[in-house]
């Protein structure tokens, strides 16, 4: 798979993601001020914090596609972890900081008004929304997770397309939030007692946080500049040191640039009686090399360094 549709793919999933929240929000919205129910206000609020986190995710993967130009020799892939940093951020402060005081309040008001019918079919219509645009992040996931030969769960831990990753994390914790919201309406009902409607704005309140903090943390971690997992890591160095004229590795620096790019640094020993233009041709065929089996290796830059503790080559004797 090459990058451009790797792209491509993220946009979509993040454009029907968006789409789905958007149209949730409002039915949400509707439903919580007909029935008054608290954890059907803070799914609203969570449907219209995930629709802007959307819009700052299309935005990432927009602004950090652009070209590299001369104020920046490496592109702009790292702005994609602002925007997504600030989508987290907004999912904090707005869905979960709402979900939470608004729960709080309930339980301590205990007011209700207007009738559950319209909750619980708002909530139907929801979850069967929600699953599709789940199913088409999952879809991406699984094939994403079988290019790089890991587990689902292994990429969503190290992938750095993290637009992909807050879509996926954000509508399961729609879907689990959905289900919360239902039992505290219907616990309500049962009960008579509002307190099980606002204990289920909390727990949303509280499952936003959770999702908020691992993207932010995510996102920060790229934004610092983070290297590439160990795998991917281990094959750069197999591939470098399998070059001609290669003695070893003395070190190895990757950092992620973006969602789709990656940066080798690496300090190689070559043999003593190799000339500059072996040299030359060693380093062009590491880029070549890499970039054929990792699209995503977009910077190679080698360095000739002598081992540490290696003696300096004797004189052949000859001159004056």
């Not at 007909?34 to 954890?39: D, M």
């Not at 059907?40 to 130009?69: C, F, I, K, N, Q």
């Not at 970039?291 to 360095?303: G, I, K, T």
Request: glycine share 8%; net charge negative.
């Amino acid at each position: 798979m090459t990058q451009p549709e790797v792209r491509s793919e993220s946009v979509g999933t993040v454009v029907v993601a968006g789409a789905a929240n958007l149209a949730i929000a409002v039915a949400k919205l509707i439903a919580g001020l007909l029935s008054g129910s608290a954890a059907m206000l803070s799914e609203a609020v969570h449907s219209v914090a995930d629709t802007t986190t959307e819009v700052l995710l299309y935005l990432a993967l927009r602004r950090g596609a652009r070209p590299a130009d001369d104020r920046h020799p490496f592109g702009y892939g790292k702005e994609s972890y602002v925007w997504a940093f600030l989508a987290a951020l907004f999912t904090f402060v707005a869905g979960a900081g709402f979900a939470v005081t608004h729960g709080i309040t309930t339980i301590l008001v205990h007011e209700h008004s207007g009738d559950y019918l319209v909750t619980y079919v708002v909530l139907a219509v929801s979850f069967a929304i929600e699953s599709v645009s789940l199913a088409r992040a999952v879809r991406q996931v699984r094939r994403e997770s079988r290019h790089w030969r890991t587990t689902p769960r292994r990429f969503l831990q190290l992938t750095s397309d993290t637009p992909l990753k807050a879509v996926f994390l954000e509508d399961s914790a729609a879907l689990i939030g959905l289900v919360l919201a239902a039992v505290g309406v219907g616990l309500s009902q049962l009960t008579g007692d509002e307190l099980w409607d606002g204990i289920a704005s909390v727990l949303i309140g509280v499952l936003l946080l959770v999702v908020a903090a691992v993207l932010a943390g995510s996102n920060l971690s790229l934004l610092v500049g983070r290297a590439v997992p160990e795998r991917l890591r281990g094959e750069i160095a197999e591939e470098i040191a399998g070059l001609p004229a290669v003695r070893g590795i003395e070190t190895l620096l990757t950092m992620q640039l973006g969602p789709s790019e990656v940066l080798v640094a690496a300090k190689v020993d070559f043999d003593d009686d190799v000339s500059g233009a072996t040299i030359e041709a060693a380093a062009e065929q590491a880029e070549r090399r890499l970039a054929a089996r990792h699209p995503y290796v977009r910077h190679v830059f080698l360095d000739p360094t002598r081992a540490a503790g290696r003696d300096d080559p004797e004189p052949d004797g000859s001159g004056g």
